[in-house]
């Protein structure tokens, strides 16, 4: 059985344990330098997290535009495909009425589309 100063003793050290601890002030400019290291770091990481997300975004948009075009591009390669297997086997003159079009109608697309816009200009639809 333990004596009452060995108790006594026991109360003594958890209170002194539970009280807050002075720091010197050059205790606390180093906590403090160390809380500041360790914000610095997150604020980094949270920078560079954020810098990965951005391009991680910018790439799938860059993805997702280039499978939008492959797909524009195939159904139009169908048309086409379409239109020639036409030519060959039902309309013989349907190539040279095409022809005759196609120079008046591709000479007013290539003139008139504005490929950075992705559309025809207005004054095309009135000439």
Do not use: C
């Not at 100063?5 to 002194?16: C, G, P, R």
């Not at 920078?47 to 939008?68: M, T, Y």
């Not at 120079?103 to 207005?122: A, C, F, H, K």
């Amino acid at each position: 059985m333990k004596s009452k100063s060995s108790k006594d003793e026991e109360k003594i050290e958890t209170v002194k344990e539970d009280e807050p601890t002075v720091l010197t002030p050059k205790e606390e400019i180093q906590k403090l330098k160390s809380e500041v290291e360790d914000y610095n770091e997150k604020f980094l990481r949270i920078v560079a997290d954020f810098d990965n997300f951005r391009k991680r975004i910018d790439r799938d948009r860059e993805q997702q535009s280039l499978r939008l075009r492959g797909e524009i591009l195939s159904n139009f390669l169908e048309i086409v495909d379409t239109v020639e297997k036409a030519v060959e086997v039902d309309h013989p003159n349907l190539e040279r009425m095409l022809e005759m079009q196609g120079d008046w109608t591709m000479g007013l697309i290539t003139s008139r589309y504005n490929p950075v816009g992705n559309q025809v200009s207005e004054n095309t639809l009135h000439q």
